[in-house]
């Protein structure tokens, strides 16, 4: 089972596209928090919560709600606007590059299965769904009077045919022995050994549901990807080359559930993330909501701006350091738990990251509840880690290169934490030179082994650990190949076999409860924070929230006209 997930990663990695689904979590705003990539906090588990960033103050933490997120009083006799401008900070239209042509954030076409707010899957077209006691055969019911914008019927063949089309892709089930129509609305999935974890496998982009009349379109140089979503693709302009520039999408009339309160939605995609905010403040933009379309380090500008409502939501994202364990001095676990030890995660978080994160105290995400293990810790002791490096290093002083790539020390805070990691670590005998580089440069030396520790963040999207566990921590996982980590580890590769496989999920947790303590233990990577994505409206726009998958509420976003 080794092998299952890398094509999934690797296509993960290098698109990093992201989210949509049908319903979207709405809840109250508890104190801000934080996640992108799979990490969590032991005490006070919190599902994605929205919160608003206020008044300027010295960093992002010390912020609290403001009174204009209130909803206009019946009084005041609003005049609601028919369109809403929205940047996401990335192309939203791929055209024939990618199988379901938009990104699943325009809500026009939806998915089978969508996750919650605990990360758990849920249905979103379908109507339910059971396994076998082997749970290899998983029978899908559809929901029933489902319609594509084209006015094709979603049944079950229609439902087969965009699963055979995802298995060209790499989110392909590598277990899979065939599909099967049942009936009109209901469909099989037969696979040749137990998979558990099915329903996961097929969340968001890997069950979106697209009209059979979107695939025959080959010859068109503007595929229309006809959903079943809330809003259709109308039109899309092109500028200097680029697509994605100006995507106008329509309310669907005949959409099957709640209708949304705005009439159109026109998706821009400003390049500079500096234009992007200006854009934002003259009012020429609504919004900025997607992930990485605003970082906490570009936000400064915006706290201060009374017409400018500051947001974050809960992402299940975690940032790690990650070590290359093969080679000195960090060949020797003690000094890795040394390392781990001698940083002051909650620090961190503090000064680097102006209070928008949350400490990655254990190993995957807080969001993901009924899988995390809050004995799987990081400890932080300075004194212990002190004493652990002078056994290993015997009081001689040691070299190691941190390696940072640019736009991620700019944007995640990497450049600081990374300041924060070689004046902690100086204390135990390492001299570290941090080296920045660009994105090609940073993978290069990460393959050829000129680095000794670097910093990445990835993010849960399944809501199982199996796949994200499986590519940091396995021998052949995505991120311990490609990053030269060259983790091994028998006992890890034995437990993941078994989790894979498992039908009992009380002991597929103990399993992964296990190898979330044995990665604690000999530090392979560790975690560094749990980010906490960041969004912006214009304060006469309402309703307006991103869900743990960066999905945006576009079912329920209005705006007041002025």
């Given at each position: 089972m080794g092998n299952r997930y890398t094509c999934a990663l690797i296509f993960f990695l290098f698109s990093l596209l992201f989210i949509v689904g049908c319903s979207t979590p709405t809840t109250e705003s508890p104190p801000m928090t934080a996640t992108k990539e799979g990490a969590v906090v032991e005490e006070n588990i919190e599902k994605p919560t929205e919160t608003q960033i206020e008044e300027p103050t010295e960093d992002f933490s010390e912020s609290s709600g403001k009174e204009s997120q209130d909803e206009p009083t019946e009084e005041s006799e609003p005049e609601?606007?028919?369109?809403?401008?929205?940047?996401?900070?990335?192309?939203?239209?791929?055209?024939?590059?990618?199988?379901?042509?938009?990104?699943?954030?325009t809500h026009v076409w939806e998915p089978l299965i969508y996750l919650d707010e605990s990360l758990n899957p849920q249905p979103c077209l379908v109507e339910s769904w059971d396994a076998n006691e082997e749970m290899t055969e998983w029978r899908f019911q559809l929901k029933d009077n489902i319609i594509f914008h084209d006015g094709t019927p979603l049944d079950a063949k229609v439902a087969v045919e965009n699963l055979k089309e995802i298995q060209e892709t790499p989110w392909s089930?590598?277990?899979?022995?065939?599909?099967?129509?049942?009936?009109?609305?209901?469909?099989?999935?037969?696979?040749?050994?137990?998979?558990?974890?099915?329903?996961?496998?097929?969340?968001?982009?890997?069950?979106?549901?697209l009209s059979p009349g979107t695939r025959d379109q080959e010859n068109m140089d503007v595929p229309v990807p006809y959903g079943t979503g809330p809003f259709k693709f109308k039109s899309i302009e092109y500028k200097e080359g680029k697509r994605g520039e100006h995507i106008v999408l329509e309310r669907n009339p005949d959409y099957w559930g709640d209708s949304p309160k705005v009439e159109r939605?026109?998706?821009?995609?400003?390049?500079?993330?500096?234009?992007?905010?200006?854009?934002?403040?003259?009012?020429?933009?609504?919004?900025?909501?997607?992930?990485?379309?605003?970082?906490?380090?570009?936000?400064?500008?915006?706290?201060?701006?009374?017409?400018?409502?500051?947001?974050?939501?809960?992402?299940?994202?975690?940032?790690?350091?990650?070590?290359?364990?093969?080679?000195?001095?960090?060949?020797?676990?003690?000094?890795?738990?040394?390392?781990?030890?001698?940083?002051?995660?909650?620090?961190?978080?503090?000064?680097?990251?102006?209070?928008?994160?949350?400490?990655?105290t254990s190993l995957i995400t807080q969001l993901a509840e009924k899988w995390v293990n809050p004995k799987a810790s990081p400890t932080y002791n300075p004194e212990e880690a002190q004493a652990i490096a002078a056994s290993v290093l015997g009081g001689e002083r040691v070299q190691a290169t941190f390696l940072v790539r640019d736009l991620l020390g700019q944007f995640n805070g990497y450049n600081e934490?990374?300041?924060?990691?070689?004046?902690?670590?100086?204390?135990?005998?390492?001299?570290?030179?941090?080296?920045?580089?660009?994105?090609?440069?940073?993978?290069?030396?990460?393959?050829?082994?000129?680095?000794?520790?670097?910093?990445?963040?990835?993010?849960?999207?399944?809501?199982?650990?199996?796949?994200?566990?499986?590519?940091?921590?396995?021998s052949e996982g995505l991120f311990n190949q490609m990053f030269s980590i060259s983790y091994e580890s028998e006992k890890i590769q034995s437990l993941m076999d078994q989790a894979a496989s498992e039908l009992d999920q009380n002991t597929r947790k103990e399993i992964y409860d296990e190898i979330q303590t044995v990665l604690i233990d000999e530090t392979p990577f560790t975690p560094i924070y749990h980010e906490v994505g960041i969004y912006a409206t214009q304060d006469n726009v309402f309703d307006l929230t991103l869900d743990a998958l960066y999905r945006p509420s576009l079912d329920t976003v209005y705006k007041i006209e002025e």
């Open positions: 609601y606007a028919k369109e809403i401008v929205i940047d996401a900070g990335h192309d939203m239209y791929f055209g024939h590059k990618q199988w379901h042509i938009i990104h699943g954030s089930l590598d277990n899979l022995d065939r599909m099967e129509v049942v009936d009109s609305q209901t469909f099989t999935i037969y696979l040749r050994e137990s998979t558990p974890d099915l329903p996961t496998l097929l969340i968001y982009d890997r069950s979106a549901m939605i026109i998706y821009r995609h400003i390049f500079n993330p500096s234009a992007r905010i200006q854009a934002l403040k003259t009012g020429e933009i609504d919004a900025i909501a997607g992930m990485d379309a605003l970082h906490f380090s570009a936000s400064k500008s915006l706290i201060s701006d009374e017409n400018i409502r500051l947001l974050t939501i809960d992402v299940p994202t975690t940032h790690y350091l990650f070590f290359n364990n093969d080679k000195p001095p960090f060949d020797n676990q003690a000094l890795r738990q040394a390392v781990s030890m001698a940083i002051d995660r909650e620090m961190i978080v503090d000064e680097a990251l102006k209070g928008i994160g949350v400490p990655g934490i990374a300041q924060i990691v070689q004046v902690e670590l100086a204390k135990l005998g390492i001299d570290v030179e941090i080296k920045n580089v660009e994105r090609e440069m940073w993978f290069e030396m990460l393959a050829n082994d000129e680095y000794h520790i670097s910093m990445y963040g990835t993010t849960m999207s399944t809501g199982d650990p199996h796949n994200f566990l499986s590519s940091w921590a396995q």
